[in-house]
Nanobody, 126 residues
């Protein structure tokens, strides 16, 4: 079993930065895909970014609106996932979730991830 716990959310003004962390515990495997999703009321859970280490190198994937502003990274030794968010916009306001799972051909679909954290609120004021 894998447990994920996010931290680092909060309130920030537009243009500001926040750094999210996700501490993983339990039977976490370094080659798991790990990702960040977000959810706002009335919308489906939305892919933000993912990182996958295949045992040789890491690959990262981003939602188009996150490219150039967000950076996903992972410290396998600490079993921790990060999301550095810069140049934040009001439309980035959401509950952000950390997710993990075995790679099965799709990084972008929330249904492909087996483990989820409880979420952390990010609010960007205009």
């Amino acid at each position: 079993q894998v447990q994920l716990a996010e931290s680092g959310g909060g309130l920030v003004q537009a243009g500001g930065s926040l750094s999210l962390s996700c501490a993983a515990s339990g039977r976490i495997i370094s080659t798991y895909v790990m990702g960040w999703f977000r959810h706002t009321p009335g919308k489906e859970r939305e892919f933000v970014a993912a990182i996958h280490w295949n045992g040789i190198d890491s690959s990262t994937y981003y939602k188009d609106s996150a490219k150039g502003r967000f950076t996903i990274s992972r410290d396998n030794a600490k079993n921790t996932l990060y999301l550095q968010m810069n140049s934040l916009k009001p439309e980035d306001t959401a509950v952000y979730y950390c997710a993990a799972g075995v790679y099965n051909g799709n990084y972008y679909n929330a249904d492909k991830y087996s483990y989820w954290g409880q979420g952390t609120q990010v609010t960007v004021s205009s």
